[in-house]
């Protein structure tokens, strides 16, 4: 019976041991602040290996760095980012929340979306200026 037992635990241990940083809301932090200390090295290239197969579908990596500077200059160029929550979603998202500062000098929240896959993945943000409801 204890070799059964033994077994069984043996053979659940991969799936526990896959699934721990999935369910680590702080693990799902680590690609935010490594792409914006990439994004702050102007290293595009890093930058965009953060992001989720959708957004690598959706953009090439030039095309991936013009939509940043444009549409995201405060991340594009943060001087300083604090993390305010991480939440992990039912349906297997992450949200992390960031209030970052921009070059410059605006300030905005900014709500990350990630999705697993083979790892945290960056799939989304929106933003909107610090203070705004």
Not at 21 to 35: G, I, N, Y
Not at 84 to 102: F, N, Q, S
């Amino acid at each position: 019976m204890k070799r059964i037992v033994l077994g069984l635990a043996l053979a659940l241990l991969p799936l526990c041991a896959s699934a721990g940083p999935q369910t680590d809301a702080k693990a799902a932090t680590e690609p935010v602040v490594l792409q914006l200390e990439a994004f702050r090295r102007d290293d595009y290239d890093t930058a965009f290996t953060f992001a989720s197969t959708e957004i690598q579908t959706q953009f090439d990596r030039e095309s991936f760095e013009v939509m940043v500077r444009r549409g995201y200059p405060e991340i594009a160029r943060s001087t300083f980012a604090t993390f305010v929550k991480t939440e992990l979603a039912p349906d297997g998202a992450a949200y992390v929340t960031v209030t970052i500062r921009g070059a410059n000098g605006h300030s905005i929240e900014a709500l990350y979306e990630l999705v697993w896959q083979d790892g945290w993945k960056i799939n989304g943000v929106v933003t909107r200026p610090v203070g705004v409801i």
